[in-house]
């Protein structure tokens, strides 16, 4: 997660890098229409199907569907922090909704920074535009790792689930994407590095132990940095990153975040997780992946719905509140009705 939000950072802040825009409500509402375009329809259809399979094999699954109604608001990550989720108990596990947190803490990014883009210039392409974006961003980056390495010793819910306290990984890879911009030379001193041995040193800090979360973090988010500049033309990570299967792995990603803990979830209510039956689960998990990104994630990104855009911001509300009361039906007034285990009667316990 912590590279991926670097990662996020780094090509949110490129792909708004000289974007025509008449003016701010013409940034604005196209920013937001194309990051709802990107992220609500396939995950409208993931929380809609894993509802309705969850009260199947759950006599309550409350916790899971508030979890996927605040996961369409994108404040999934605060209804966990506010029933104390320790995202590595094993009670987390039996939550289909529970990696929606990191999506949440991204759409609350997306929340702040298109206005940081806009009213530094950058977005508007002014002569001091980037210059104010990065001492901006740098001010804020340095207040949220402090917030980050204060808050976790003593609350690791709050740091690892609040998007204060995760905003400086996301802005680390904006940092990164103006520093190339403005400094040739830090992406010239980054491609000397050999991509291979950052890949090594972050596949060895990912089993540090616990006890040293907070330093791995930082080395975590640091590396990704250097590798992102590292990754050149002729290197062996290079033409592994650039190969067409992990390319499309990464085209399919976003649609393989929502499901894989959703079927592993579901999984553990039912047959459970055995050597025997992985390769099945993992079957499934790619052909749910592999079948949203085909029919619902690329048709709706890249079709236009309607010609005018308040159309398109309406409609995709419309589709989250209609999607959210059958969301309240399931929790409530038919809660328990779907049911197809053995209900165990209060008077016989």
């Not at 508007?124 to 001492?135: A, I, P, V």
């Amino acid at each position: 997660v912590d590279i991926f939000f670097v990662i996020s950072g780094f090509v949110i802040t490129s792909s708004l890098y000289q974007r025509p825009s008449k003016n701010f409500k013409d940034f604005i509402s196209g920013f937001y229409e194309r990051r709802i375009k990107r992220l609500v329809p396939a995950l409208s259809f993931f929380i809609l199907i894993t509802s309705i399979l969850i009260c199947l094999f759950q006599a309550d699954p409350s916790l899971s569907l508030w979890t996927g109604l605040t996961s369409l608001f994108g404040l999934s990550n605060l209804y966990l922090l506010e029933k104390a989720t320790d995202y590595f108990a094993q009670s987390t596990e039996l939550n289909v909704f529970t990696q929606t947190w990191s999506l949440g803490v991204e759409e609350q990014f997306y929340i702040l920074f298109p206005f940081l883009i806009w009213f530094s210039g950058f977005g508007r392409q002014t002569k001091n535009g980037m210059r104010n974006l990065f001492l901006t961003v740098v001010v804020l980056t340095i207040m949220s790792l402090l917030g980050f390495l204060y808050l976790y010793p003593i609350n690791q819910s709050a740091a690892y689930f609040l998007m204060p306290t995760r905003f400086w990984e996301m802005a680390s890879g904006c940092l990164l994407f103006i520093g190339f911009q403005k400094r040739k030379s830090i992406e010239q001193i980054l491609s000397k590095v050999p991509p291979i041995l950052i890949l090594a040193l972050m596949v060895g800090i990912m089993y540090l132990p616990v006890s040293y979360a907070t330093v791995s973090t930082v080395a975590i988010v640091a590396l990704s940095g250097i590798l992102i500049g590292s990754l050149k033309k002729g290197t062996a990570a290079y033409s592994f990153f650039t190969n067409k299967k992990v390319v499309y792995l990464g085209l399919i990603s976003y649609s393989l975040y929502l499901w894989h803990w959703g079927v592993l979830s579901i999984s553990r209510w039912t047959i459970g997780i055995h050597w025997w039956s992985i390769p099945f689960q993992l079957a499934l998990i790619f052909s749910l992946a592999i079948g949203s990104y085909k029919y619902i994630e690329t048709p709706l990104r890249k079709g236009s719905w309607f010609r005018k855009r308040w159309k398109n911001l309406t409609f995709s509300a419309m589709v989250i509140v209609t999607i959210s009361g059958g969301l309240i039906l399931l929790i409530e007034p038919l809660k328990g009705r779907l049911y197809t285990g053995k209900k165990i009667e209060k008077n016989n316990i």
